[in-house]
């Protein structure tokens, strides 16, 4: 949700609920939405029998998590593929990644809704060309609810 400058209200004006909305309501829910990054970095040569572990979506009170993005580059070689799964399921808008030396981000149209506990993970399902060095990072969205 965006900022909206606030209104400077005139004396003897009728406030009106869409106002109240606009500039107070909406104006709440944009400072309590926010992007968190969960950044993997992977040194050395990168396999398909690396295991990279799992991270725990925390959903606080009163906010929802949705899955929005993923950024991810490889230092050298040529490619890796992979997918993310939540609790061992594919995530099928972050399936068949396609990694490079190129940093690329890769955005869900509509979001991936998450719940408390989730278990993120990235999963290498295969390689080309000798790569090295991955950084992924996971965009997560918290809003209020």
């Known amino acids: 949700m965006a900022w909206t400058t606030p209104r400077t209200w005139t004396t003897g004006e009728v406030v009106t609920a869409a106002h109240l909305n606009t500039h107070v309501r909406d104006n709440l829910l944009a400072l309590f ?3 968190f990054p969960h950044t993997y970095s992977v040194m050395g040569s990168l396999t398909t029998s690396i295991v990279l572990p799992p ?4 959903e606080p009170s009163q906010q929802s998590v949705t899955l929005r993005a993923v950024r991810h ?3 050298t070689g040529t490619s890796v593929t992979l ?3 939540r609790n061992g399921t594919d995530i ?3 399936t068949n990644l396609n990694v490079t030396t190129t ?3 890769t955005t869900s149209t509509a979001g991936v ?4 506990g989730d278990a993120i993970q990235p999963v290498i399902t295969a390689v080309s060309g000798s790569p090295q060095h991955l950084s992924l990072s996971v965009y997560l969205d918290y809003e209020a609810a």
């Open 33 to 35: 939405s926010r992007r």
């Open 55 to 58: 991270f725990f979506v925390p």
């Open 73 to 75: 580059r490889i230092a």
């Open 83 to 85: 997918k993310l799964q």
């Open 92 to 94: 099928s808008d972050f």
């Open 103 to 105: 940093p690329t981000t």
């Open 113 to 116: 809704p998450l719940a408390d």
